[in-house]
Nanobody, 131 residues
Framework: QVQLVESGGGLVQNGNSLRLSCAAS????????MAWFRQSPGKEREFVAA???????????KYADSVKGRFTISRDNAENMVHLQMNSLKPDDTAVYYC?????????????????????WGQGTQVTVSS
């Protein structure tokens, strides 16, 4: 199994950027579909972005509509890490951000939107965007 540890969260002003990182151990991140979710107080955990495992015939990335064009998910196989570059941050982006790993498969990107698709989770990192 894989262990995941997030880092990079913090307090930023509206319009600024942050880069979250997810360090994996135990298994290569290339063996999994990797994703970022977030949860703010009083709300359910929501999908942010995902990137396919490297064994698939076609690689893909998937983004929630609310972050499309502002956030970018990437994977560094050499460092065994996944990143989330977040630009043009808004107060609505304030949440705890979680890294997740899901079993690989020849599924569409939409298959990996529900959090039930993911078996392994990090402990989360807080992102706060001030107005």
């Amino acid at each position: 199994q894989v262990q995941l540890v997030e880092s990079g969260g913090g307090l930023v002003q509206n319009g600024n950027s942050l880069r979250l990182s997810c360090a994996a151990s135990g298994r290569p991140v290339s063996d999994y579909t990797m994703a970022w979710f977030r949860q703010s107080p009083g709300k359910e955990r929501e999908f942010v972005a995902a990137i396919s495992w490297t064994g698939g015939r076609l690689g893909w990335t998937k983004y929630a509509d609310s972050v499309k064009g502002r956030f970018t998910i990437s994977r560094d196989n050499a460092e065994n890490m996944v990143h989330l570059q977040m630009n043009s941050l808004k107060p609505d982006d304030t949440a705890v951000y979680y890294c997740a790993a899901g079993a690989p498969g020849y599924y569409s990107a939409d298959y990996y939107i529900p959090d039930a698709r993911y078996d392994y989770w990090g402990q989360g990192t807080q992102v706060t965007v001030s107005s």
